[in-house]
Structures are given as structure tokens and as C-alpha cells.
């Protein structure tokens, strides 16, 4: 892929797919990629409105060998993507739960994800979103504050939560826990995605104050973030509720 279209629309699918990884499923099946990547890749290429890209890929779509060497290409934006976070998580979480201090037999790791009076905001939330999507070249900043991507948006917030989680196992083992879609998709869907749908349906106001607090945060280059690792029924929604609610008359 060396003609500039081909650069330009490699650019761009790498681009469609961290995007998707972060704000709609950040463990795409692996199984489902080619069809993932290329639907993607359609939706891009046609919000371009751009002759030459729609011609290119009804070139590539003719030609397999090409077509399967550009959506391998997007995939490892996936891949990628997780990779940058969980570096960041990795240097990060483990100072600012102040871990190195803490005798490893007295670590846990189900207590440093919990926080029942005030889930979803420990510092290292805020921290996280800010040192990757708003760093001086983040993606999060070119999107500005209105409708942006990153924000409000519950599967960003799952991944977050996932890279922390991983983050904390490695600091708590002294080692390093790896971050692939074997390990964590099933954490990312079926805890963290559950639990701030439950959130959502529960206790609305409390998480829009999480996200809020978030947008402030990214915005105004602060340091200011727990996480749960607890059953739901642990958590008093109507008591977070009505604490949110107050907060705002």
C-alpha cells in the first residue's frame, strides 16, 4: 500500500478501529475481525465523501490478498490501542494506590477495586482518561466537549476499569499480568459493562456525576478515582441517588 489513497485510507481504518476499541468494544472478538474491520471501514470511508477513497475500496474489495493485508492492519489497532493504556495503567496505578509502601501479604485486590460509598471514583479514573485521550496530542481533545466519544460512555469507562484491574494484579503479584482479549473480554462484557448498566438503570444521577466529574477533570488539566470488584448488591443505589440528586439542587 504505497500510493498516498492507500496510505491515507490505512491511516484511516487504524484509525476507525481504536476508535471502536475504546468507545464500543474494547475486546472485539477475534473471530468476528474481518467482518468487524470491514464494516468499519465502510462507515469511515463513506463519512470521508471522498471520490478517490470510495474508488479504492471498490478496488480493494475485488482484490482479497490486499483486502485481507489492510484489515490484518486495522485489527492491530485493537491491539494497539489496549497496549498504550495498560502501559500507562501499569506506571501509574500502582503509586497512586500508594502499593509500594504496603506489605504484599496485606494487599488486596478486591478491596483496592471497592469503594461502596463512592464507586467509580477513585483519582486513577480520571488520571487514566486524562494521560491517554488527553495528552497534548490525545484523541480525545480533537473532538471537543460537545458530544465527545470518550466521554459519558460506559464501554470506555469498562476499559478503564479493566486496565486498572490488570494494572493491580501485576503490582500485588510483582509481575507483569498481560492484557489480551483471552483474559479480559470476558471481565470487560459480563462484569464492568454489567455493572454500569445496572448503574445506568439504578442510580442514573450518580453515574452522570462519575462522567461529569471525568469531563471536568480531562478539561481543566487537574489530578484528581475506585472501582468495584464487588457483587452489585453491596452497592445502596437509592443512597447514591439521592446523595447525587442533593448535590445538584
Not at 194 to 220: G, H, R
Amino acid at each position: 500500500m504505497a500510493c498516498p489513497i492507500n496510505k491515507c485510507l490505512a491511516s484511516l481504518a487504524h484509525k476507525a478501529m481504536r476508535l471502536f476499541t475504546v468507545t464500543e468494544k474494547g475486546f472485539p472478538n477475534p473471530l468476528s475481525r474481518h467482518s468487524i474491520c470491514w464494516d468499519l471501514l465502510v462507515k469511515a470511508t463513506a463519512a470521508e465523501n471522498d471520490s478517490g477513497l470510495v474508488y479504492k475500496m471498490k478496488e480493494i474489495q475485488d482484490n482479497q490478498v490486499l483486502k485481507s493485508q489492510l484489515l490484518q492492519y486495522m485489527w492491530k489497532g485493537s491491539t494497539q490501542v489496549r497496549g498504550e493504556h495498560i502501559s500507562k495503567a501499569r506506571i501509574s496505578v500502582p503509586p497512586m494506590y500508594g502499593i509500594k509502601n504496603i506489605h504484599k501479604d496485606k494487599l488486596s485486590l478486591k478491596e483496592k477495586m471497592s469503594d461502596i460509598s463512592q464507586p467509580w471514583k477513585n483519582d486513577i479514573i480520571k488520571f487514566l482518561f486524562q494521560a491517554e485521550w488527553w495528552g497534548p496530542k490525545g484523541k480525545g481533545r480533537k473532538y471537543g466537549r460537545k458530544n465527545n466519544p470518550y466521554l459519558h460512555n460506559l464501554p470506555t469507562l469498562a476499559l478503564v476499569a479493566c486496565s486498572i484491574e490488570c494494572a493491580l494484579l501485576g503490582a500485588i503479584n510483582n509481575t507483569t499480568i498481560e492484557f489480551p482479549e483471552t483474559a479480559f473480554s470476558a471481565r470487560w462484557n459480563h462484569h464492568y459493562m454489567m455493572l454500569l448498566e445496572i448503574f445506568q438503570k439504578c442510580s442514573p444521577t450518580y453515574l452522570a456525576a462519575v462522567f461529569d466529574e471525568i469531563d471536568e477533570y480531562v478539561w481543566n488539566d487537574c489530578i484528581t478515582v475506585g472501582q468495584s470488584d464487588v457483587s452489585k448488591l453491596m452497592f445502596d443505589f437509592d443512597a447514591l441517588e439521592e446523595a447525587a440528586k442533593a448535590s445538584k439542587s
